[in-house]
């Protein structure tokens, strides 16, 4: 078993007092220095492979050349743009882009920053629009218990988690509701009927609280956060129908599963399901630059302009549409189209899909979209997904882990090979972790 050093001569500096970190420094962070294709260095010299496309981000590795002369270009061109005197062509075209990608009905893309913004500015555009349509009073929003939407107030109010309770009370007018997978997980609901009450309660639930009074509903196709727990497959058609039925919104929190994850586009043409907004992020930079995208359909665009124009929303953030942003975005996108990566995307899944199942055997229930992989572990106890990451970590495989699963989300360029390697890796930590059950 090959290991990594995780507590080498500190390449840290001596006083880390000026920085915050995104989690808890531990001997286990790492000080990165440089990356090429799907492995990365840190300042000790030490090598990873990265399964997880940063946090599925770097679609094309680490050292896409288009999209790093996109940007290159911008910048020597122009960096930033007066945002209230007007945009640039890369936004434009970008915008366009990623119109075309999206489902049938999908017209206008607002242009942001990250994918917590994305969120907030879906709930912002559903209340508008109901307002809009002489509707004030429909200002609820419901969001699952156990999703995920991000880090800012608001899409951490729709976050259904109990541990964000620590910021105190979240956004008024939230309410959360149960996914299928949960139904299962905690009421031993067979899964050929979980679909069908999950959404019959979330009908019950509009109902209840009235649904002159409910805007939208903010959900994930696929839910990072309970191991990547997939939907039945005729449960969002059910919550489509459901909305329609009541006049709410239907808004999917794409910023994981989108952008060629899934194996097309968005998740949205996965499931043959259209949402009414269409929140995606991550990926569509490749990485290079914070970017994200609220995307709308006809009639929900109709309220910020002439049907045909041009549309606008506002307020919004001085860096949202930033030309660098959007030139990085524009060669993603441009890449993503014209290199075959759909089918490249379907070749590498099926490669690895069948390997990963072998590998994990008995010991966890595999789900698979695309290039986007959960294990929820059967064993190893309740912490056994961290247990599992750090035990990839040590052997120079970065994935994520958390309670019992993990996930992976490989990135589009990782070769046969490199798989391969991912997952003699992976089998190695699940030996240790959990026993030798494949």
Request: hydrophobic share 45%; proline share 7%.
């Amino acid at each position: 078993m090959t290991t990594v050093d995780l507590a080498p001569p500190s390449v840290w500096p001596q006083d880390l007092s000026a920085y915050c970190f995104e989690v808890p420094h531990s001997e286990r962070s790492l000080l990165f220095a440089s990356g090429k294709g799907i492995r990365l260095t840190d300042a000790a010299g030490r090598e990873f492979l990265d399964a997880l496309s940063g946090v599925f981000v770097t679609c094309f590795g680490y050292d896409c050349e288009p999209i790093a002369q996109a940007v290159t270009d911008q910048l020597r061109t122009l960096p930033f743009n007066p945002p209230l005197h007007g945009t640039n062509h890369a936004a434009l075209e970008l915008a366009r882009g990623l119109v075309d990608l999206a489902p049938a009905g999908i017209t206008a893309a607002k242009l942001v920053n990250g994918g917590s913004e994305s969120v907030e500015a879906a709930v912002r555009l559903a209340r508008l629009y109901h307002r809009a349509h002489g509707n004030p009073d429909r200002v609820k929003v419901l969001s699952y218990y156990h999703g995920y939407h991000g880090a800012t107030y608001g899409s951490l109010s729709l976050t259904g988690r109990p541990d964000v309770s620590r910021f105190g009370p979240g956004l008024p007018g939230i309410v959360h509701v149960w996914p299928p997978d949960c139904l299962e997980a905690f009421w031993d609901v067979p899964r050929e009927s979980s679909g069908a009450l999950a959404a019959a309660m979330i009908e019950r639930t509009i109902e209840a609280e009235g649904p002159e009074s409910v805007a939208a509903i903010v959900m994930e196709p696929v839910i990072h956060l309970r191991g990547m727990a997939v939907p039945p497959a005729d449960y969002l058609a059910r919550v489509r129908e459901i909305c329609d039925r009541h006049g709410v919104l239907l808004v999917f929190d794409e910023i994981v599963t989108g952008f060629g994850r899934t194996g097309q586009p968005f998740a949205a043409q996965t499931f043959g399901v259209t949402p009414d907004i269409l929140c995606v992020g991550k990926g569509i930079s490749g990485g290079f630059a914070p970017l994200a995208a609220v995307l709308m359909g006809e009639h929900v665009a109709a309220v910020l302009g002439e049907a045909g124009g041009p549309v606008s929303f506002a307020p919004s953030h001085t860096y949202a549409a930033n030309p660098m942003a959007a030139a990085a975005g524009l060669a993603a996108v441009t890449l993503f189209r014209e290199d075959g990566y759909p089918d490249r995307i379907g070749t590498l899944a099926a490669h690895v899909e069948p390997r990963l199942r072998a590998v994990v055997g008995g010991r966890g229930t595999v789900r698979a979209l695309g290039l986007l992989y959960g294990v929820k572990l059967t064993g190893g106890g309740e912490d056994a997904g961290e247990r599992l990451a750090s035990a990839c970590l040590d052997r120079g495989l970065i994935l994520r882990g958390q309670d019992d699963w993990v996930v992976l989300a490989p990135a589009f360029v990782t070769t046969p090979d490199e798989a391969d390697r991912i997952l003699e890796i992976l089998g190695d930590a699940l030996d240790e972790v959990c026993g030798d059950g494949r």
